[in-house]
Nanobody, 126 residues
Framework: QGQLVESGGGLVQAGGSLTLSCAAS????????MGWFRQAPGKEREFVAS????????LYADSVKGRFTISRDNTKNTMYLQMNSLKPEDTAVYYC???????????????????WGQGTQVTVSS
């Protein structure tokens, strides 16, 4: 499947913004739906957002809807997560994920994530 590498995490005050990037090394990146997940200390990993292979379809968790925007640039093999109006409860390690096959969609990505990056820490201070 190749490698997924997240970047862009950091420390930000509540109300601030960050943009995460996920660089994929597999050549067929543009054929796969992709997703972002996060895991806060002491909690299970949870779905954040997903995007179809073309970028035309997206899905968001209710907790981030209206604040986060997922996008991708298939010419750069990169996916992004623009995070605005950040809250302390957004503090977590954020992971990008790819499915195991090209049949996953933005709608099915919450259950289809199979390959993970190493994660990037996002900390939102109050």
């Amino acid at each position: 499947q190749g490698q997924l590498v997240e970047s862009g995490g950091g420390l930000v005050q509540a109300g601030g913004s960050l943009t995460l990037s996920c660089a994929a090394s597999f050549l067929t990146f543009g054929s796969y739906a992709m997703g972002w997940f996060r895991q806060a200390p002491g909690k299970e990993r949870e779905f954040v957002a997903s995007i179809s292979w073309s970028g035309g379809g997206t899905l968001y968790a209710d907790s981030v809807k209206g604040r986060f925007t997922i996008s991708r640039d298939n010419t750069k093999n990169t996916m992004y997560l623009q995070m605005n109006s950040l809250k302390p409860e957004d503090t977590a390690v954020y992971y990008c994920a790819a499915p195991s096959d090209q049949y996953a969609t933005a709608q099915t990505m919450p259950e289809r994530a199979a390959h993970w990056g190493q994660g990037t820490q996002v900390t939102v201070s109050s």
